[in-house]
């Protein structure tokens, strides 16, 4: 078995793994007890990605195969490597999981307007000078501007998540006892907000909080690999 | 095995099945092919289910068993009816379901702000001056003024069903290629609102809409037995 190989958005430390997405992917790996070989790549280096067809990460190359986007990977990942700890659960659950991963890229869009302007901080020069140009086009706007009034803005991203946290109120995952890629989804949108921000977007007691120490708890030695600001 | 009886909340119109909670209840055992005798239930019959210890309904009857509420009967359902199709396939999809069906309770109070006006409408009189009090009490405002300004905020409404309108578009069911209990929970609120309001809450051409009519196709003849406004 050829060693899997994935790509991962990177900052100036490459181990500073920070893409919402990619983070998916790796607590999916981990999840499924696939040794793999982390490639830190940026944003500039769409070269060394175009075998894939595409210029955006995650990427996962296994032998000859190469797959991209997360949702891709999971589902490749469950349907290649039936041996393994299923990430799923089931193909009901799996049909139930397309839900979760939309509203996970919801939250991520959510938190981006508290972050982007950190983001800058932890790239690599050509990467920052990259990023803030396109972002900023995007945008219309600074990101700078894009990214201000954060504490007037935080009650309500708060309340956005009034679901997830009644949820995680009565269970302790998003899938009962144990953790699913629903959990690994959403909980990749907030690694990847402390791992570019310092930026605190939940209170301590927040549930929600609580499930993430736990994630954490549970795959400390793989998302220790890369450093956050808290 | 005796026959299961449930009571549902009813109109003026004894077959007009009007609670989106009833509704889950009432497409979960459906979905089982559990037959039961329905029994209609109004406001201000609180004597007839008074062994549930609560007032409110659905309130499902086996044997000398009183569970109540939907989401306890449909686990109910699940657990003590093992040989019927399965409500939630499996445990993983059955945690990834208490989401779904906070979810649903969140479409419910935003569909009520739309429908609430046309409710008294469809009740027995007596039912009707109980439910306009009660509810005007705890709102604080008239029926009338707190459904006002329909038109202008539905597109708001639309709007916050964004994810599950990704997710009915690229999939039959939530749940996949078949319907399961997440499913039920969030027809039931729409179920209820086209069961007491001409007020049409979604695009002809809506996927949620397309989704919608899949069930009611699905299960026409259960459905059928309840009238609908549209």
Chains 1, 2 share one sequence.
Do not use: C
Request: glycine letters at 4%; a neutral charge; hydrophobic letters at 40%.
């Amino acid at each position: 078995m050829p060693i899997l190989k994935l790509f991962e958005l990177a900052g100036s430390d490459p181990n500073r793994k920070f893409s919402p997405f990619a983070w998916r992917t790796r607590m999916a790996l981990a999840h499924k007890k696939l040794a793999f070989e982390s490639i830190p790549w940026r944003f500039l280096d769409k070269d060394a990605i175009s075998a894939s067809g595409q210029t955006k990460v995650p990427v996962l190359v296994d032998g000859n195969q190469w797959i991209f986007d997360s949702w891709k990977i999971a589902n490749y990942l469950e349907d290649l490597y039936p041996n393994t700890p299923s990430l799923f659960g089931g193909n009901s659950a799996r049909g139930l999981s397309v839900f979760y991963n939309h509203l996970a890229d919801g939250i991520v869009s959510q938190i981006f307007s508290f972050v982007a302007d950190d983001i800058p901080n932890i790239l690599e020069e050509k990467d920052r000078e990259y990023f803030v140009r396109t972002r900023e086009e995007f945008l219309g706007q600074s990101l700078t501007e894009f990214a201000s009034n954060k504490a007037a803005r935080l009650p309500k991203f708060r309340e956005n998540l009034n679901l997830l946290r009644k949820t995680l109120t009565n269970q302790e995952y998003l899938a009962g006892n144990s953790p699913l890629y629903p959990d690994y989804a959403i909980f990749g949108a907030f690694q990847w907000a402390r791992s570019v921000s310092t930026f605190v977007l939940l209170e301590k007691n927040d549930p929600i909080n609580t499930w993430l120490d736990r994630l954490l708890n549970m795959y400390e030695e793989e998302i220790n690999k890369s450093p956050r600001f808290y």
